[in-house]
């Protein structure tokens, strides 16, 4: 490490030598940039997790563009709309298909006892063109009302009790309706429901009483396969607000609506602003540890410092050395903290069905950030150096 550090240095590692100095306290400083780390990693993985799990909703369905209700922020709220915005649609030149799409959620009484919350689809069996591919056999069983798919990955749906329930041939009950489960997909769990159930629109229809045909929640639209710019699909999109014309109604493209959604539920919803600021308190915790252990060694070591500073040593050389120490710190310290939360992310996937997981990008950015946030902690640990009068130190 001494050799490596002089060689990158180009000078005796000095910042190195003094945290090793001290063992104690350098195992302090880096399970407390660790720690840093940890909060920070936990509260990215959450944040991208909820990131994940909205995206989902979306995942099952293969559109260029949507309509929905004025009010609906989500895939999974707001009101529902007249099916007559489908026909109008159609007859947009530029429009190819479209398909109506129910969305309810109701709870499950498991047969192992545990109680879950599940996100509906209710799909029209001549809608397949919007299913994404590797979901079509599977909704190709859904045809026959009261028939459903569910979600392999649903929380608290154990191997067991899905194995049963598919050999079996028994029936579900959901809402007072006895369901036949054809078979199941891979969707996963979200914040928002324990996992997902696929029905046709008629089915959905008998689960959801008060929900009527002709007002579904959404209207999927694809255009014409010459029609795939950006820039004709905007197109697209402003011609059928000025022709479709209803403040009731909104007309996105799909990836414009995800985004929406996505930025909805990170601002406005209190889990993202919450887990925001679990980064922001975990940076501040962070550099406040360093800071402490920084600020104390330079008051242990204030008399060689004087000493330098006396020998003609300029102030740019002691910033060298806390930033060397700083950097050190950080980079040591990032090696635990990103183990431990790599396995703190295997076991919330494991307790919560969450698609936590980390990623080469989020490390590179903790890895960075944690750099800078001890770099600006050294930097107000020398401003007690900078002031030292070695006349007064001896």
């Known amino acids: 490490m001494l050799k490596l550090l ?8 000095i910042g190195w030598l003094q945290l090793s100095h001290n063992r104690t306290r350098m195992l302090a400083a880096i399970f407390g940039v660790a720690f840093a780390n940890v909060l920070v990693f936990v509260q990215l993985g959450i944040i991208g997790a909820f990131n994940t799990s909205i995206k989902m909703t979306y995942k099952p369905f293969i559109a260029d563009i949507i309509i929905s209700s004025s009010n609906a922020n989500t895939f999974s709220d707001g009101s529902s ?8 649609s159609l007859s947009n030149p530029d429009i190819e298909a479209a398909a109506a799409v129910y969305v309810g959620l109701l709870s499950w009484n498991m047969p192992n006892g545990k109680a879950a919350s599940m996100q509906v689809y209710g799909v029209p069996p001549e809608s397949m063109a919007f299913i994404e591919s590797s979901l079509r056999e599977s909704m190709a069983r859904i045809t026959l009302q009261n028939t459903l798919l569910i979600d392999s ?3 608290g749906l154990d191997k ?32 928002g429901a324990d996992g997902t159930l696929f ?31 950006a820039d004709k699909l905007t197109s697209i999109v402003t011609n059928l607000r000025v022709s479709l014309g209803n403040d009731d109604i909104q007309v996105h493209s799909i990836e414009e609506r ?18 925001g600021f679990g980064v922001f308190i975990g940076v501040l915790v962070g550099v406040v540890i360093v800071y402490q252990v920084l600020s104390t060694d330079v008051a242990d070591h204030l008399k060689e410092y004087a000493t330098f500073k006396s020998m003609g040593y300029e102030n740019r050389f002691f910033y060298s050395v806390i930033t060397e120490q700083a950097v050190l710190l950080g980079c040591i310290g990032f090696i635990p903290g990103s183990l431990l939360a790599m396995l703190i992310y295997a076991l919330m996937t494991m307790a919560t069905g969450l698609p936590v ?5 989020r490390m590179f950015i903790v890895l960075f950030g944690t750099i800078i946030a001890c770099m600006i902690s050294g930097f107000i640990a020398t401003r007690r150096l900078k002031s030292a009068d070695p006349a007064e130190l001896f």
């Open 6 to 13: 002089s060689n990158l240095l180009g000078r005796t590692p």
């Open 81 to 88: 709309i007249s099916r007559r915005y489908m026909y109008q």
């Open 153 to 155: 990955k649903t929380r």
């Open 160 to 191: 067991q009790t899905l194995s049963t329930l598919l050999d079996s041939n028994k029936s579900i009950e959901m809402n007072n309706i006895a369901l036949t489960l054809a078979g199941t997909v891979v969707i996963g769990s979200g914040f």
């Open 199 to 229: 029905v046709s629109d008629q089915t959905f229809l008998r689960l959801f009483p008060k929900q009527e045909g002709g007002t579904p929640s959404h209207i999927l639209l694809k255009t014409k396969s010459n029609n795939n710019s």
């Open 258 to 275: 995800i985004n929406d959604d996505v930025t909805y539920q990170m601002t406005k919803r209190p889990v993202g602003v919450i887990f």
């Open 357 to 361: 997981s980390m990623e080469w990008s």
